[in-house]
């Protein structure tokens, strides 16, 4: 099995340094086309790189993020711009306008929105309190955004426990111990932080298909 290969920088990452540097206008990029053509190369990719397409929606989801920022920041300077032309006169205005403030967006910012998405879904959906829940609160209770590396580092134990028991790579849904978006959402995310700090190795055969987990520590033992 091959080990995870090192991050290359891909043409998605150069184009998001470009727009962010304000040497690309966010609103000469088309995203739907643009998601499109990726989405399609990645399914004619022999094996998927779990890393390069949450990268790919994370650009994905920056572009939609400045172009809201850029509309929203125009529609007040028309605003402004009528409200003077009508009165003729200058007045202090009761709260500053809305600025476009420039940052970078990271992987925690991606986090945070999915997250507070899959929390709002869950809000609205009318459930009944059940005892098996007791077992989901390390889940469910939301100090896991304030001690999220608790939780990865009690993943990592999990896989390599499991991993050391049958030698064989885990699969995903045997990581998953409640069907929920939430927690198979959580899950997959703590997975991916693994992966990103070089403790697991992710891996899909065929495009789309089933998602196996190897320790990155037993995979160098193994091939030397």
């Known amino acids: 099995m091959e080990s995870r290969r090192e991050e290359e920088i ?18 000469n990029i088309d995203i739907v086309d643009l998601t499109e053509k990726y989405i399609q190369r990645l399914r004619e990719m022999k094996e998927l790189d779990l890393r390069v397409s949450a990268r790919a929606i994370l650009a994905a989801s920056i572009l939609v993020r400045m172009k809201s920022e850029a509309l929203l920041y125009e529609e007040d300077e028309n605003e402004e711009e009528e409200k003077e032309e009508k009165i003729r006169v200058e007045v202090e205005p009761l709260a500053p306008p809305l600025r476009r403030v420039e940052r970078y967006y990271t992987f925690d910012d991606l986090l945070e929105a999915l997250m507070d998405a899959l929390e709002e879904a869950e809000r609205r959906k009318p459930r009944k309190r059940k005892r098996e829940e007791i077992e989901e609160e390390v889940f469910v209770v939301d100090d896991f955004r304030v001690d999220i590396e608790k939780h990865v580092n009690r993943l990592y134990e999990i896989v390599r426990k499991l991993y050391e028991e049958t030698r064989k ?8 111990f409640d069907n929920t978006p939430k927690v198979i959402a959580r899950t997959f995310l703590y997975l991916l ?20 987990v190897v320790p990155m520590v037993e995979t160098a033992k193994s091939g030397s």
């Open 10 to 27: 891909t043409p998605i990452d150069i184009l998001l340094q470009l727009v962010q540097m304000g040497r690309v206008d966010p609103w």
């Open 169 to 176: 790579p885990i699969k995903f849904w045997d990581l998953v």
């Open 193 to 212: 932080f693994l992966a990103n700090m070089g403790k697991v190795d992710l891996v899909q055969e065929e495009p789309f298909g089933e998602i196996l």
